[in-house]
């Protein structure tokens, strides 16, 4: 790790912190009721070894197999008392296995299969001690009703209503909250409108309070006005992520590349789009 890249992660990081705060300010709202996630996707575990070292503990990964193979490098480098893993993207039902032997948190849960084959996963993880808790899952709903792009569409509230009840019973699972990622192309401003309508809606179903991961780098700010309770920043802290997925070494930063829209990994599928 190069004292230039730690100089660099820790002015982005404070950069991103202002930004928060400011929201938050803006919103009338306590700062530390917002995690800032540190999404990873793309990034060696240098990386997050050293955003751990300026004070992050939650980290968010979209590819079970770059996901479980970092987990296990940071483990051995620091240790993994005080780090929280959140899968944030697709995930595919062979992968749910795997991704309940590393992943604390898993945001984007869209279908009554997936919720039972994370819970079968879980408990099957927590049965042979490869986790000491079930897995937190947020629902995600689609803000414009493309379910291809995952997520249950925001207006079907019968089904959002089922796929968080399945969440709520299931043994291996405890519903978090939700979770969603605006069109590309909206105003994140009437998408998290929307979204903060729906997670009311479902909030007053439920007595714990429930979260919301929402917002990106681009839109953190009308996430927190809305009243995100997680934002899932990569680019605004680690720089721009390389074109296609790294075979092996992770491109630690490529400054003149664009977000990748997708894996080149077939069997898995990544961020939808940038924020
Ligand atoms: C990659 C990703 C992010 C981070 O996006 P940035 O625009 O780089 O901050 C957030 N959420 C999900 C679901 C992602 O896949």
Not at 12 to 33: I, K, N, Q
Not at 183 to 212: C, M, N, T, W
Request: with cysteine; aromatic share 4%; net charge negative.
């Amino acid at each position: 790790m190069s004292v230039e890249r730690e100089q660099q992660l820790a002015v982005a990081l404070a950069e991103v912190r202002a930004r928060l705060a400011g929201a938050a300010a803006a919103a009338g709202r306590a700062v530390d009721e917002i995690e800032l996630l540190a999404v990873t996707k793309f990034f060696p575990a240098d990386d997050v070894v050293a955003l751990h070292r300026l004070g992050c503990h939650a980290f968010g990964e979209s590819r079970d197999q770059e996901a479980s193979r970092k987990v296990a490098e940071v483990a051995a480098l620091i240790g993994s008392a005080d780090i929280r893993w959140h899968m944030v993207g697709r995930i595919q039902r062979n992968k749910a296995r795997s991704v309940a032997q590393w992943a604390h948190v898993a945001h984007s849960v869209d279908s009554l299969k997936l919720v039972h084959a994370l819970d079968r996963a879980a408990a099957e993880a927590l049965d042979h001690g490869l986790r000491t808790v079930p897995l937190d899952v947020f629902a995600q709903v689609s803000l414009d009703g493309d379910e291809s792009r995952g997520g249950v569409d925001v207006d079907a509230t019968a089904r959002i209503d089922e796929l968080c009840a399945a969440m709520e019973q299931a043994p291996g699972l405890r519903f978090a909250g939700l979770m969603a990622i605006p069109p590309i192309g909206a105003d994140p401003d009437s998408a998290f409108a929307r979204l903060q309508q729906e997670h009311q809606r479902v909030q007053s179903k439920y007595p714990q309070r429930l979260e919301l991961s929402a917002g990106m780098s681009g839109d953190l700010e009308a996430a927190v006005k809305h009243g995100s309770t997680c934002v899932r920043v990569g680019t605004a802290l680690l720089g721009s992520r390389p074109l296609t997925s790294p075979a092996v070494t992770p491109v630690t930063r490529s400054p003149q590349t664009t977000e990748s829209l997708g894996s080149t990994d077939k069997t898995e599928s990544s961020s939808p789009h940038k924020g």
